[in-house]
């Protein structure tokens, strides 16, 4: 059903998921030096993960994409050489108060989420849970980050002024040629319209990452991923980027899941950011292959995949500005 309690009447405590939905404490400890860096390097395309102020594997990954790009000593580490690097970025501050705005705030909601696919299918999108679990994809955190950030007691409701990790783009001047739906997406995500482009790209099975390159086969951004799992395997090779579905719907197709029922029947899920593939899908040449979202980019780089390459919401969708149909993807282990 849809979400029904004014959001007026809600608090970021009341709003906030339960903790064990994300099997993490309800108010993480937060460090602003280690969420400073993630900032930093969020902004820049060196994808960290949730910014979270917590170190990680998702966090080393970027570092060590960071210092790959500026010919840095390759450590993972938040050294003295690296804080030099970053040192010219210092303006990003790790966090922004912003006001909260009704668009912000708008639905709709679907609490709960059914899990069967034939009950998505009935649904008018698979849409954000309440207001904190977009607000907290919209500045690349957590419900848990947002509410450890500020009281419980910040209520939300148009106008009031909520501490968020500051994924601020600089721009949202997005191409004009792009569908309304999908520059809305982008803009609701804080997904920068300034973007790098890509002549190719390598996913490596090894260190779990998606990485861009320019023709000079130098990196230019690089995102943590989950890809592939003992059932699908990462199919190695070369593949190309066939396009772009945005906002796309999902055709649930039994019979290419190794885990599902197969008793169920085929269904057509409805677009939304908490759907099986997120925000977008790069069809690969591949067959029933792409890249795409997650419903949960907490667990990028910690779950399994049906083969295909998942990324957090925004970074797919900043990947989809840099690619074009025809460009190289290869696939390595």
Sequence with gaps: MFW???IAALTIGAAALPAAAQNRPASPTIDRSILHVQVILDHLGF??????GKGGASLVRALKGFQESRNLPITGKIDAVTLKALYPYRAMRPTVVAALTPLALAGPYINPLPKDMEEQSKLPSIAYRNPMEKLAEMFHTTPQVLLALNSPQTRLAP????????ALPTSRAYDPTLPDHWRQTLDMLNVDANQPKADHIVVDKSDGTLRVLDK?????AQFS???????DPLPL?????NGADYNPKFHYNPALFWDADKSDDKAMLPPGPNGPVGVVWLDLSKEHYGIHGTPNPELIG???SHGCIRLTNWDVARLAMMVKPGTKAVFQA
Excluded: C
């Design 159 to 166: 106008g009031v002024k909520v501490v968020f990790p500051n």
């Design 4 to 6: 029904k309690t004014s």
């Design 302 to 304: 910690r779950s399994e």
């Design 237 to 241: 090779g070369t593949w190309k980027i």
């Design 225 to 231: 991923a989950t890809m592939g799992s003992e059932h």
């Design 47 to 52: 994808g960290p993960g949730i910014l979270d």
């Design 216 to 220: 000079q086969d130098r990196l230019i």
